[in-house]
Nanobody
Framework: QVQLAESGGGSVQAGGSRKISCKAE????????LAWFRQAPGKEREGVAM????????FYGDLVKGRFTVSRDMDANTLDLQMNSLQPEDTAMYYC????????????????WGQGTQVTVSS
């Protein structure tokens, strides 16, 4: 059973930066794809960024390309999301998720989720 724990959320001014982290554990044999999703009030959960099981490939949602950078530490089993040039529309609960197999952007295909960490961007 994959277990995920997010940290690092908080408040930031528009144009600022924030880094959030996910600690993953519970997969002694094969490594899963690790991903960040976010969900704002009244909106559907959307894919933000993800890293393949072997750490070789990263994928980004269209809205964050060029502003966010995802990184995975294969030894420490962590997934970080460095968020730059934050805007009020980036305000959301950010969730770490995992699935075995290829990374996909559909949140319905991820069986393992963390509790989330709130990021609030004020103008």
């Amino acid at each position: 059973q994959v277990q995920l724990a997010e940290s690092g959320g908080g408040s930031v001014q528009a144009g600022g930066s924030r880094k959030i982290s996910c600690k993953a554990e519970g997969y002694p044999y094969s490594k899963p794809c690790l991903a960040w999703f976010r969900q704002a009030p009244g909106k559907e959960r959307e894919g933000v960024a993800m890293v393949s099981h072997d750490g070789a490939h990263s994928f980004y949602g269209d809205l964050v390309k060029g502003r966010f950078t995802v990184s995975r530490d294969m030894d420490a089993n962590t997934l970080d999301l460095q968020m730059n040039s934050l805007q009020p529309e980036d305000t959301a609960m950010y969730y770490c998720a995992a699935r075995y197999g290829t990374c996909v952007m559909n949140h319905n295909d991820y069986p393992f989720w963390g509790q989330g960490t709130q990021v609030t961007v004020s103008s």
